[in-house]
């Protein structure tokens, strides 16, 4: 079975940089494509981030481009959110997903599974 489990979120303040990983367990990277999400108070779940299995292809949302990079580290089975310039509208719930399938533009609804969230709060 897989299980995502996140870590690295926290509290900064804005103009600041924080890092996430999710670890995979139960199966390898090479199995799935790896997205983050994230959900502010009162919003709908929106895609953040998302790379292919081999970190031959990623994407962002409009919204982070230039600020955040996603990355795999194989050797930890771990995909890592590196997060700079952040601001207060970054603050949310920040989830990981997987899925099988590689079609951008990737929306929630193709991934299938979920790690249950970290916080990261921006104070302005």
């Known amino acids: 079975q897989v299980q995502l489990v996140e870590s690295g979120g926290g509290m900064v303040q804005a103009g600041g940089s924080l890092s996430l990983d999710c670890a995979i367990s139960g199966r390898t990277l090479i199995d799935y494509h790896m997205g983050w999400f994230r959900q502010a108070p009162g919003k709908e779940r929106e895609f953040v981030a998302a790379i292919a299995w081999n970190g031959g292809d990623s994407q962002y949302a409009d919204s982070v481009k230039g600020r955040f990079t996603i990355s795999t580290v194989a050797s930890k089975n771990t995909v890592h959110l590196q997060m700079n310039s952040l601001q207060p509208e970054d603050t949310a719930i920040y989830y990981c997903?997987?899925?099988?399938?590689?079609?951008?533009?990737?929306?929630?609804?193709?991934?299938?599974?979920w790690g249950q969230g970290t916080q990261v709060t921006v104070s302005s």
């Open positions: 997903a997987a899925t099988v399938r590689w079609r951008p533009p990737l929306r929630r609804a193709d991934f299938d599974k």
